[in-house]
Structures are given as C-alpha cells and as structure tokens.
C-alpha cells in the first residue's frame, strides 16, 4: 500500500495525538517517537479540504472547563449528528 506523503521510518511512534492545531475546522495528526534523541516530531495536514464549511462548538462548565460528558446533538436538514466531550485516554 503506497500511503504517500504519510510513510513513516521504520521507528517506535510513542505517542499520537489529533488536534485542529491551526484552527480551520480539519484535524491534523502529530506522532512522537521514543527512539531517537532528539525525539523527531511528524505533522501531517489533510489535503483538498478547502471550501468545506464546518461548525464549531466548544461546551462549558460554568466555571469554563470544558464539559466533559456533555451530549452536543446538532440537526440540519433532517440529518442528527451527536457527539459526547470526552477526556480522551492515554497510557
């Protein structure tokens, strides 16, 4: 499989993590790894998403935390779209 732009070195990743790190609405993907000194960092930015409209909604406490477990339900043109705020996870 040719992934392009994405192939890696042959390395351990330590970490991951996806984030709108620039804020257009598209989600970006950062990978660490543990294996070399310095640690190398790899960015990847989707392509071709340009012209997309996207809504952002951004659920808080009343103290400004985000709110963690809250339920968004979005409906546009007959369509539901649900999402939960989590923490995410790690290790």
């Known amino acids: 499989t040719n992934v392009g732009d994405a192939a890696e070195v042959v390395s351990y990743n ?3 993590a996806v984030a709108d790190l620039d804020g257009d609405g598209v989600l970006e993907l950062v990978l660490t790894r543990a ?20 809504v952002r909604i951004v659920p808080r406490t009343r103290w400004g935390a985000p709110a963690r477990g809250a339920l968004v339900v979005m409906t ?3 369509a539901r779209f649900t999402r939960v705020i ?3 996870s790690g290790y």
């Open 14 to 16: 330590s970490g991951a």
């Open 35 to 54: 294996d070399r000194n310095p640690a190398p960092i790899s960015l990847y930015k989707a392509a071709g998403h340009e012209g997309n409209h996207y």
């Open 76 to 78: 546009r043109d007959g």
């Open 86 to 88: 989590d923490a995410g």
